[in-house]
């Protein structure tokens, strides 16, 4: 499982309310995900990190912000969430296989529900 | 249209039949990665190819880079091959575009 944990693993909250959810990995890896999956869409990625401060949006970025002041955690912030952010988050790392190809490890993902 | 399409959306199978998943991409690929998701929702990786075909234990997959195809297949499949399979690949620009899953049941 590549070591990556996630917290908290289900939350519901109200429109309007400010939620943080943790990606925690335990292996020093440089690259983590964030993802959003919804029904009848593949994994869209929200934001990514390529090291400590280092970060860059995704293609849903709306409505999120992220942090990584550690190598270990990856934080994805709701600052005011809506009822259209309702959805399973996972983050990922990415483990490089050798002759430049790279394996993405999942968390087990949050379900985040925005009454 | 999306950049990774699956198909089908739901299949369901009597335990023993053999099952093909297929994915078809509109980008350059360095690799394609097929997934599976258990009710439950953890995502684990069963293939990561660039070329060719693999095989681990009763799943196969192969790719086809100039027809931007791919399939997995499922021999002797058994119940507990019940799951979402979701194709993947990871675009020349090093994003990763993800399809929206296979829904796998198989029945006893």
């Known amino acids: 499982d590549a070591g990556i944990t996630q917290s908290p693993r289900h939350k519901v909250t109200e429109t309007g309310t400010p939620v943080t959810l943790r990606c925690h990995q335990t292996e020093n890896h440089r690259y983590m995900y964030w993802y959003r999956q919804d029904p009848g869409h593949g994994l869209r990625l929200i934001h990514y990190s390529y090291g400590v401060k280092d970060t860059d949006k995704g293609e849903v970025s709306d409505g999120y912000s992220v942090s990584r002041s550690k190598t270990e955690d990856f934080l994805l912030t709701l600052e005011s969430a809506t009822s259209s952010q309702t959805s399973v988050y996972f983050c990922?790392?990415?483990?490089?296989?050798?002759?430049?190809?790279?394996?993405?490890?999942f968390g087990p993902g949050t379900r985040l529900t925005v009454t | 249209k999306n950049e990774v399409e699956q198909s089908p959306q739901n299949l369901t199978a009597q335990e023993g039949e053999f099952i093909t998943i297929n994915c078809s991409y509109s980008v350059g690929i360095s690799a394609l990665h097929w997934l599976q998701q258990h009710p439950g929702g953890g995502i684990v990786s069963l293939f990561m190819?660039?070329?060719g075909k693999k095989k681990h234990g009763r799943l196969i997959a192969t790719i086809n880079i100039q027809e931007k195809h791919s399939s997995l297949h499922i021999t002797a499949s058994h119940p507990r091959d019940s799951a979402v399979y979701i194709c993947?690949?990871?675009?020349?620009?090093?994003?990763?575009?993800f399809g929206a899953g296979t829904r796998l049941t198989v029945k006893p």
């Open positions: 993947a690949v990871r675009s020349n620009n090093n994003d990763m575009r």
């Open positions: 990922a790392i990415s483990i490089s296989s050798g002759q430049g190809y790279h394996e993405q490890y």
């Open positions: 190819l660039s070329s």
